[in-house]
């Protein structure tokens, strides 16, 4: 059974930092691209970063050189080092991989950025 399970959210000021983990089992993660992706009220979820299987990565435009997403295929999991950060990437972040043809999510973790 695949399981994905997020932590690492909270509430920071303007500027500050968190780092978000996801946690993978129930796939052989080492070979599996994964992503995050954030979700605001009222609208759809968006591709934040991505990570494939070789380490290769991807960003959205908003976050690039703010974002960084890693992966540790020993501990199997995958971060995302979020640094300076503004009030617009207030969301939940949910952790995803596609097993299979099928695309599983964790339950996110909420991130609000506000003074």
């Known amino acids: 059974q695949v399981r994905l399970v997020e932590s690492g959210g909270g509430v920071v000021q303007p500027g500050g930092s968190l780092r978000l983990s996801c946690a993978a089992s129930?796939?052989?993660?080492?070979?599996?691209?994964m992503a995050w992706y954030r979700q605001t009220p009222g609208k759809q979820r968006e591709l934040v970063a991505s990570?494939?299987?070789?380490?290769?990565?991807e960003y959205a435009d908003s976050v690039k050189d703010r974002f960084a997403i890693s992966r540790d295929n020993v501990r199997w999991t995958v971060s995302l080092q979020m640094n300076n950060l503004k009030p617009v990437d207030t969301a939940v972040y949910y952790c995803t991989t596609r097993f299979r043809g099928t695309d599983f999510w964790g339950r996110g973790t909420q991130v609000t950025v506000s003074s």
């Open positions: 129930g796939i052989n993660f080492k070979i599996h691209p």
């Open positions: 990570i494939g299987s070789g380490g290769e990565t």
